[in-house]
Nanobody, 125 residues
Framework: DVQLQASGGGLVQTGGSLRLSCVGH????????FGWFRQAPGKEREAVSC????????YYPDSVKGRFTISSDNAKDTVYLQMNSLKPDDTAIYSC??????????????????WGQGTLVTVSS
């Protein structure tokens, strides 16, 4: 079975940083594009970063460009999301997903093959 295991969430003050990790089990890691998505209470899920693990191509929506960085360590089957300059609006449950798409399509489509459980990020003001 494919499992995506997300971790790294927590409580941080405005302006702080967090790094999330997503470990992939049971899939050929380099074949997939991974994305980080978030959902805040009462809001729709939105993509925040996507990466092709085969060539490192990334995509970021404007809302996080310059603050968030997605990366992958193929030797560890892990995708990271480095989040800097966090704001209260970044408070959400963050989940990782995997699919066979380009990073642009990964971030702009909603339904994906595999999803991990979420990890809660809370940014205090």
């Amino acid at each position: 079975d494919v499992q995506l295991q997300a971790s790294g969430g927590g409580l941080v003050q405005t302006g702080g940083s967090l790094r999330l990790s997503c470990v992939g089990h049971g899939l050929i890691f380099r074949d997939y594009t991974f994305g980080w998505f978030r959902q805040a209470p009462g809001k729709e899920r939105e993509a925040v970063s996507c990466i092709s693990t085969s060539d490192g191509t990334t995509y970021y929506p404007d809302s996080v460009k310059g603050r968030f960085t997605i990366s992958s360590d193929n030797a560890k089957d892990t995708v990271y999301l480095q989040m800097n300059s966090l704001k209260p609006d970044d408070t959400a449950i963050y989940s990782c997903a995997a699919d066979l798409l380009t990073p642009y399509l990964m971030c702009n489509l909603s339904n994906h093959h595999y999803w991990g459980q979420g990890t809660l990020v809370t940014v205090s003001s």
